[in-house]
Each structure stands twice: as structure tokens, then as C-alpha cells.
């Protein structure tokens, strides 16, 4: 009687020590406690998920007979979200639709959702999360034109692009949007340390911000020693045009240049943006295209141009590094010497 | 070990024997089915909906199961069928294990045969199994283990008409008490933490478990029955029975 009472005891002591061991050890994996409901998780008995699903419906529903969102709706609207989310804090569409629906009339909380989306681990690879609190800021916020609610806005959208596997288009414009505001709002630009440019009009300003993105590319590129990425992706869409950074500056400084050529700053923007980034390509300096070897004048304004690649003998366009017509030379000493110095 | 597995067989054929049992899984597939008509509803969350009502509903099954224990002694206590085979050579304790180990496994197949059943829908209508789904509603079956241990323990402390009531508030305790999780080697060394078998929101979103944890999880449940079982013989060993 005593052995067995004994037994018991034992098997009860160490089956204590080992599954209190074991529940330690589950309970400390961060990981599986990352998609957790933190509130309700008492009255719910571990069901969180499914209570926020038939809570979702039923805030469809509401959504539905409701004729507009306004003071009186927001707040149902607010409570019913945050019932939603407390329940399931991964659950994407909540904060999506939510936030939208909320933007307008009560966009601080629809900010409110929108970080507590931001901050949840289950959701720390989307995008669109940041991009749509990007977006409520820059839009809807009631001071959206300040200098705080800007630097906010640039640094969720920024957190959107690195986000996102492939660059959307929207995302990196809505970027360069905020950023243009800035550079607005400081009222000038300081170019390589050195010059001083004052920032009077919009499309410099995107300008001044493209070329901002484009220099932080280079150095992040430079440190990695690859490639910079393009700034818009075809991943997905096969109409999306891939384009780059040089090539969207070129297009706002074209435009710019056509429709500004008036205001000096945006000239001096773009003579200084032309030097530092488009050294080796030849653009004409009225409209800003690019001409090919052996034109004479530019085909998109007729102005008259710098010839190039010609050969120095006979004159013909040379294809590569010797001319084809005479077998001359067409790049002389020194330049291959300076050529190869770059 | 035979008289256990005598015990046991006994036990889990009288309750598979039962066509109530199949009518009842039939009718929880067509609960999962249906939540597919929920599409407009739910505004295209019905795929995450299906994978929640299958783990709340197979979940549901498991802890009706286990419930059953506490009817099933007390009741065979009450009638003289228990004293009549602990009157043969039969332990109290193997009495008690087998009937746990019986009912383990009617739980066993009846989750199982709810997963495979949910398996075969989703996949008839998603085309989309993922290994996180498959996972919890492994977890969901492997649940059963502590869950009749808990059921064994209080059908042996508390009377017949009490029993199943606060297995049922039991059970309940250990999805729910989550902050206790903070209280180590008692949560989970003395008091039950079924939450641990919970990754619902990772089969819903598709987000896999390692099969490290998987494997702990199923461990600790093992190790939380014998506790429990060893507490439930020891109590039974003293019980006068007459």
C-alpha cells in the first residue's frame, strides 16, 4: 500500500517538473504567440480567431445599412474595428476596409487602427498597411501640409517600399509626393554640400525628390556593391512600363523645361540634376532629349546640337570603337586614357 | 497490460458502435461545407472562415468526447459494474488507465475522421491545403489526450450530476487563462494549458508552426496525462466504492 502510495508520488512529482518544463519552454516561443488575440482571449476560450470572424460579418452587415459614414456612425464604426481586431490583430482586411472607410470623417483613428496594424508581428511583411497610413496623412489628416505630419507620412512610406518585394508604382509615387512637399515646405535645396537653390515651384520640387531617392540608391548600392533597383516593377503586371530613376527625372525635367523655362530655379534644378546625373549622355539643351551620333540638330525641337560620333577621318557614324568605312581609330589616345581613369 | 487494453477496447467500441456518432460527423462536414456560401458575406474571408469553424467545430467534438468520461464512471460507480470488475484481479489503477486510453482513442478517430472529412472539402473547393492547416487540426486531435486526463481527474473527485458541468468549466480554463501562462511550472505543470494546442490564427493565415514545437506540444500532453492520471488513481485507490 505505502510502495504504491510512494509511486504515485514519484510519477506525479516528476510528470510535474517535466510538463511544467515543457509548458515553459511553448510558452516562451515568441513566434507561436505572434498571431495571438490578446483581448477577449478569456470569455472567447481560445476560439479569438472564430469570434472575430462572426464579429466581421456582422460589422459587414452594419456596414451595409448604414447610408454614409459620418459623426454619428464613426464611433459604432471605431468600436466594432477595434472588437475586430483585438480578436485577430493579423487580420488584414479589418484595417483596410476599416481604415478607409474611416479616413475621411475621423481620420486620427483611422490612423489608431492603422498603427496597431503597423506594430503587429503577424503583418510586419505588408505593405499596404504603411502605404494606406502614408496615405490617410498626406490626404485626410487636418494638417497634412505640416512639416511633422510630412516626415510621418514619408516615414510609413518609406517602410511600405522596403516592404514590398517588387516597388507599386502608387506606393513609390505617393513617396516621392511627400517628399516633394518637404523639399517645398524648407523652401530650398542644398545640391552636393554646396549650392543653394531655392524650391518656388511643384515639379522641381519632385524633381529635387527623385533626385534625392536616386542619390540614397546609389549609396545603398554602393555599400552592397550591386545594382540600383529600378523604381517601378513589372512583377505582376505586364502593362506596367519598368522604368528607372534617370529615365523619370529625364521625363519631369523635359516637362518642366517645356512648361517652366521662365523660372530660373527649376533651370538651375535642372542644370545642376543634368551634371550629376546624365554626364555621359548627350541631351539637347533646349528640350532636354537625348540625341544620337552624327545628328545635328534635335529631333524633338530642332535646336542645334553638339555632333558626336563621328569618325575623325571620313566622317561617317561610327558604330563602335573603330570606324567601319576606313578602319580609323575613333576614340583617340588620350581620351581611352581619361575613359579608363572613370 | 491486457486487462488495460481489454478495458480500453470495451470502451471505444461501445462508443464507435454508436451510428449517433457518424450522423453527428456527417453533420459537422456540412457546417464546414457550408461556410463557403459565406463569400459575399464575409466580403471573400470565407477561405480563413472555413478553416475556423472546421478547428472550432472538430474542437467542439473533442471536448464532448472527453466530457463522455465523466458520465461514463460515475455512472458504471453508480451501477455496480465497476465493483464487479475491480472485484476480479484488476487494479484500480489499470481500471482507470484503461478507460482513459479507450476513450483517447474513440476521440482519436472521431477527430481524425472530422479532419479528414474537412481535408477533403476544402481541398474539393480551394484547392489550397497547407501544411499550418493541416498542423492545428493535428494539434486539435492530439488535445484530446489532456482533455480526457481532466475529464478522468474530476470524474473521480466530483459526483455524477456535477461531473461533466466542471469538466466542461475545466476545459475551458485551460483554452482561456492565458496570462497565467507568466506563473511557470504551474501553468502547465499543475494546471493544464490547452492554449498551447491553439494556432487557429496560423492555420488561418497560412503561417506553418515548427515541428519542434509540434512535437513538445504533443509531449507535454502525454506527460500532462500521466499527471493527471497518477492524482486520479491515487484518489480512486482511497475511494470506497460501495
Known sequence: MNRRL?????????????????????????AKTAMKGKAFSTTCAGFNKFASDVQWMLFINYAGSIKSVNKETSPVICKKLRAIIANDPSFFKAYEIGALMLSVEEPEKAL????????DKGLSSNWKIPFYAGYVLTHHFP?????????????????AVSRSAGTERHVMSQLIYVKAK?????????FSKKVVIPVTSDKQARIIALFDEWQDTQKRSSMLGSAPAPIYSSIGSENFNTLNYEEMILSLMQSAKQSESENKDVIDTISLVRSEMFKGRHLC???????????????????TVQIYGLCPKCSLVVKGRFCSNCGTDAIPPKKMEQAEHK | MSEIMTIASSTWQRILRMKSVYFLILCVLILIASAYNYSVLSLDCHRELMVDVALLLNTIAAVITAISISFEIPKELREGVASTLLSKPLGRTQYLVGKLVGMIVAGLVIT???????????NSFFNDVNVAMFQAQLLVMASVIPMCAIALLISVLIPENLAPLFTAVAIW?????TKLSNLQYVYGGILPDLNLYNIR???????????????????????FAIFSTSIASMIFSQKDLK
Not at chain 1, 489608431?112 to 506594430?119: A, K, T
Not at chain 1, 505640416?146 to 510609413?156: F, G, H, I, P, V
Not at chain 1, 518637404?182 to 542644398?190: C, F, H, I, L, P
Open chain 1, 6 to 30: 510512494v509511486a504515485h508520488v514519484m510519477v506525479m512529482l516528476i510528470s510535474f517538473m517535466i510538463g511544467g518544463f515543457i509548458a515553459k519552454q511553448l510558452n516562451s516561443n515568441e
Open chain 1, 112 to 119: 489608431e487602427i492603422l498603427e496597431i496594424g503597423f506594430n
Open chain 1, 143 to 159: 494638417d497634412k501640409e505640416t512639416s511633422k505630419t510630412l516626415s510621418r507620412a514619408e516615414k510609413y512610406l518609406k517602410v
Open chain 1, 182 to 190: 518637404e523639399r517645398k515646405n524648407d523652401g530650398s535645396y542644398t
Open chain 1, 285 to 303: 539643351d533646349k528640350c532636354i532629349f537625348s540625341f544620337g551620333p552624327g545628328e545635328k540638330f534635335c529631333s524633338s525641337c530642332g535646336a
Open chain 2, 112 to 122: 481524425g475522421l472530422i479532419t479528414i472529412g474537412y481535408l477533403f472539402v476544402f
Open chain 2, 173 to 177: 480554463f485551460s483554452f482561456s487563462v
Open chain 2, 201 to 223: 490564427a496560423e492555420a488561418s493565415y497560412g503561417v506553418p508552426v515548427a515541428w519542434s514545437y509540434f512535437s513538445l506540444v504533443i509531449l507535454w500532453g502525454l506527460v
